[in-house]
Nanobody
């Protein structure tokens, strides 16, 4: 059974930084570790739809939403089965619940959340001005 557990959220002032981490465990039905699949970070602000912010595939190729390029960095440690998101230059509009997600395939095709099979419970990021 696949488990994704996020940590690292908190309350910070604008301009600050946070590092979110997602601990992964389990295998896909095909027998692959979840950390070897396409993984990503999504966020959902109050009253808004969930949106994808960063993706990383099995070859460590990354994709970012335009709104976070240059400020967010996604990375993973296959040995530790963790997925991280370094967030710099935080803005109040970054305030949201941040979710770790994974799909059963090694490559990422889009930020469409319907493509992601596994989700964590989320970690809250609050940025004050």
């Amino acid at each position: 059974q696949v488990h994704l557990v996020e940590s690292g959220g908190g309350s910070v002032q604008a301009g600050g930084s946070l590092r979110l981490s997602c601990s992964t465990s389990g295998y896909t039905p095909s027998g692959y570790t979840i950390s070897s699949r396409c993984m990503g970070w999504f966020r959902q602000a109050p009253g808004q739809e969930r949106e994808g912010v960063a993706l990383i595939d099995t070859k460590d190729r990354t994709s970012y939403a335009e709104s976070v390029k240059g400020r967010f960095t996604i990375s993973k440690d296959n040995a530790k089965n963790t997925l991280d998101l370094q967030i710099n230059s935080l803005k109040p509009e970054d305030t949201a619940m941040y979710y770790c997600a994974a799909r059963a395939w090694p490559y990422c095709s889009s930020f469409g959340e319907y493509e992601y099979n596994y989700w964590g419970q989320g970690t809250q990021v609050t940025v004050s001005s």
